[in-house]
């Protein structure tokens, strides 16, 4: 080969390379900025809330991402592995070392991203359209849980990938949103799960019935508080076909045998039978639970199996109200706030003329229908805020205001996983538990100050805890506790 034919050659390759590289650098360059404005753009989305943007919009956006990142991961990838080995370089080395992770992640959290959207997407365009969240839960809960397999496996591996960071050696902006990201990620996998059983749960196969109890927080009991009301809620298609709350002690069937109550209460309480609303003796929900439905012998038929049990107290009432704001009751001469709440309870029970009798016995807990009845209304209206009112329920599951049982084992398992069934979880180790019993006929938990002193003595082997509970009673009266069931005006 002549000298001249492989100047030829040389500079054929050379601008070859050129061109590869060129093209290269092309190709991520443009993949990094339009990266970068879609990430604006989604956050303009976020700003405006995905249910009142432009659906149209988030695809584009979505869509974009997910090119975006398959480009670089494709064409630069090799970059983030060879950046992890300039590890041991001071300041920047932790974070170069968790490129290739980093990479990864988004490449997955992405596929992931991509498919849910476009599952749900025509189930958030219909919502917009005017149709009720209610109506449309099954469809969207179908909608995430769709291709399972598939996103489960994408849910693992993120799990998996995230578990290989350490996130506190980041920079500082990226510590915040992946702080996040590893709260939620634990649920995902197991959200789905629960996404594809839920409909069945919501009685999309077949009707559905479960339990609602009302707890009395100012009576304290172990598993919440005494069983003041109950309610038989029948859901059919996700949405509430029926609704009937009552008395706690219509709940009772003395032609059927009752078992023996636990020993603290015939001691204190005086009773020989144990009955439906003193079943939540367990601290551990679940368990409180299984007894109270073992309990429930009303006098009207109960249609098939009962699907799960849900509780709640006056704390969580006051929480949801506060998510959806003022609701107006029939019979209320004004709109009950979370702060009127009470006071409306209150009054509501009370006799107008201070009669006891048998009359004000048949209705002095109407009022538990006519509350619920209110806040369904609400919700069905479409006129809430979703996000505030998502807020209130989870700080209500999560201070145990809530408590939620049901028999499927994919959402059981669920629930206790994430802490929303007021299970009594025993850890490794040394723990505290105080539980609290009110056996006295009365609402005198609400006058009661704790305080729990709590002291390890290291200097012992194996180390001695010891816990000093004192309790206060706030109450200036001098009345006599006498151990029997019975209302007075002063009750």
Known sequence: MSRQVKRRVVLGVVVALGVAVAAWTWTIGRASIDLLRQARAAQDVLAAGPLNADLDEITLVVDAVRRDVVVLDRYAGWLARVAALYRWMPG??????????????????????????????????????????????????AAVASDTVTKQALAVR??????????????????????????????????????????????????????????????????????????????????????????????DDFTQPYPDPPAPMRQFLGVDLWVFRDSNWSPDFPTAARQALELYRPDVPTPGEIAGVVALDQRAVRLVLEGLGSVQIEGA???????????????????????LGGAWWAQRKSFMSDLAAAVVRRVESGQVDMRGLGRAMAAALEGRHIQVFVREPTVAAFLGDVGWDG???????????????NLGYNKASTMIARRIEYEVDLREQPARASTLLTYTHLSSRDIECVPESRYDVVY
């Open 333 to 355: 001469d004004e709109p009950v706030t979370a702060d009127t709440v009470l006071g409306y309870m209150h009054d509501a029970w009370a006799p107008d003329d201070g009669s």
């Open 158 to 251: 993120a799990t998996a990938l995230y578990a290989e960071l350490d996130v506190d050696k980041l920079p500082g902006a990226a510590r915040g949103p992946l702080t996040l990201l590893g709260q939620v990620l634990p649920w995902a996998a197991d959200g789905l799960a629960v996404a594809a059983v839920a409909p069945a749960l919501l009685g999309v196969e077949e009707p559905q019935t479960y339990l609602v109890l009302a707890l009395n927080e100012d009576e304290l009991r172990p598993g919440g508080g005494f069983i003041t009301g109950v309610g038989q809620v029948q859901v059919v298609g996700g949405q509430i076909a029926s609704m009937v709350f009552q008395d706690s002690y219509a709940a």
């Open 92 to 141: 920047v080395g932790p974070w170069l070392a968790q490129a290739p992770t980093l990479l990864d992640l988004v490449e997955v959290l992405t596929d992931l991203g991509q498919r849910t959207w476009h599952d749900v997407e025509p189930t958030v365009s219909a919502y917009q359209q005017g149709a009720s969240m209610q109506r449309l839960l099954p469809e969207a809960l």
């Open 423 to 437: 299970g009594l979880t025993v850890p490794e180790g040394d723990f505290l538990a105080l539980v609290e019993a």
